[in-house]
Every structure is written in structure tokens, then in C-alpha cells.
């Protein structure tokens, strides 16, 4: 049977089984461990359309059997397209610069932060160079509230908001601002930056947000 493909408002066309299988895979990377059921509901797919697509990733490797061999999660191919992208694509450096850059215009600490599961991971940090300042812990898993900016940005920005604001909602006398960073037209990750509330206003994060976008334009990023 020919596979079935579906044009794109861009003209393109796009093989939708394909598409459906890496689609499950972001779920599951954002999510944590996930049964068919709650797959198949996400994705808006009969059970057993999914189940062959479950199948087939995880004979390719790219899922695996979690807990009681009835949850999914990614498999070991998965973490071998990580490890390569790190490698190759460069973009390590280029988180790496863009932070160090914004520190050194804000002079705030700096993070790039990815959801995984239920947890965010700092994927880089940099480091204010005030004597006043955040310091990371050193576990990078952690977990936010939802009132936390990165939180808010994850959760999807509001019309007309370009980036979210943490005044003091989480730690008193800390200040956070977060913005999303896209690969294409996907959001990746959230730079964030935070610091002490006497120091980090909101019009210090106005100019973290316009310096941002001055940079993902020199840099040949995309904003959206």
C-alpha cells in the first residue's frame, strides 16, 4: 500500500506516518513513561493505529518497555540521535554563546532549560558575575511550580506575550524572565535568566527580551 502523505499550507508534502511516529516520540520525551491508552489519546488515534506505530518504533529501538512492560519510553536509538546531534550540529555552542552573551549584556545568570517528563533539565548554564548572584545546584533535574516563568512559557504564552515574567512568585527577592527558543518552527527549550528583585525589574527584562532578539537575528536564528 502506497503511503499516505498529506500537502502542507507551505506546499510540501509530508508522509503522515512518519510524521505520527516522531510525533509520539516528542510526547513521550516530554511526558515521562506513557501506557497506549493515554498515547492514543493524546494523539487523537485509534488504538490500534497506534499500537503499530508503538510497534514499530520500539523493533527500530527508538522506544522501549518501561515499568511492569506496560508503559513505553524512549529506547536506546534515541539517546544515539542525541548524542549525535550534540556532536555534529554545533548547537552546544551555540546555546553556550548565546548565553554567555546575554550575561554579559545582563549580567544575570543565564540557563537553558528543556522539559523532560515532569522535570526541567539545565541543559547550560552561565554564570552572573555579580557578586550578588544565583548559583545552580548541582543536580540539573529539577522541578518548577507552575507559576514559575519557564513554567509559563511551556504552558504557552498568551496573545501578545513575548516572554514571562516570575516577579517574586516563587522565591521571594528572586525575579525570573523566559523566553522560548525554536529549531525551525518547534520550541526546544526556554532561556531563561533570574536574579535578585532589587536588580532584575521589569525593565531590566524588556532589555534582556529586545537584546535577545538583536542576537537570535546576528546569530541566524529564528524567533518564532
Known amino acids: 500500500m502506497a503511503e499516505r502523505s498529506k ?3 507551505d506546499g510540501k508534502k509530508y508522509i503522515q506516518s512518519v510524521e505520527r511516529a516522531l510525533h509520539i516520540m516528542d510526547l513521550i520525551a516530554e511526558k515521562g513513561n506513557m501506557r497506549l491508552g493515554a498515547i492514543s489519546e493524546c494523539m ?11 510497534q514499530t518504533l520500539e523493533h527500530l529501538g527508538y522506544l522501549a518497555r518501561g515499568e511492569n512492560d506496560m508503559e513505553y ?3 536506546m536509538n534515541s539517546l544515539k540521535l542525541g548524542l549525535c546531534f550534540e556532536q555534529k550540529s554545533g548547537m552546544a555552542s551555540v546555546i553556550h554563546n548565546l548565553l554567555t552573551r546575554m550575561v554579559d549584556e545582563i549580567d544575570e545568570t543565564a540557563y537553558f532549560e528543556v522539559l ?4 526541567y533539565y539545565y541543559y547550560d548554564v552561565v554564570v552572573s558575575k ?3 548572584k544565583v548559583v545552580p ?3 540539573r ?4 511550580p507552575e507559576n514559575s ?8 504564552l498568551g496573545k501578545g506575550e513575548p516572554y514571562a515574567m516570575d516577579l517574586e512568585d516563587v522565591e521571594e527577592g528572586l525575579n525570573c524572565f523566559a523566553v522560548p527558543f525554536y529549531s525551525g518552527e518547534t520550541m526546544v527549550g526556554v532561556v531563561a535568566l533570574t536574579g535578585p528583585s532589587m536588580r532584575f525589574t521589569r525593565k531590566k527584562m524588556k532589555q534582556a527580551y529586545d537584546f535577545y532578539c538583536s542576537l537570535l537575528k546576528q546569530m541566524g536564528l529564528r524567533d518564532r
Open 130 to 132: 555579580q557578586p550578588l
Open 141 to 144: 533535574y529539577i522541578r518548577l
Open 149 to 156: 516563568a519557564v513554567a509559563k512559557v511551556y504552558r504557552g
Open 73 to 75: 519510553c524512549l529506547g
Open 137 to 139: 545546584e548541582n543536580d
Open 116 to 119: 523532560i517528563g515532569d522535570q
Open 44 to 54: 487523537g488515534l485509534k488504538t490500534t493505529t497506534t499500537f503499530g506505530l508503538l
Open 7 to 9: 500537502k502542507a499550507e
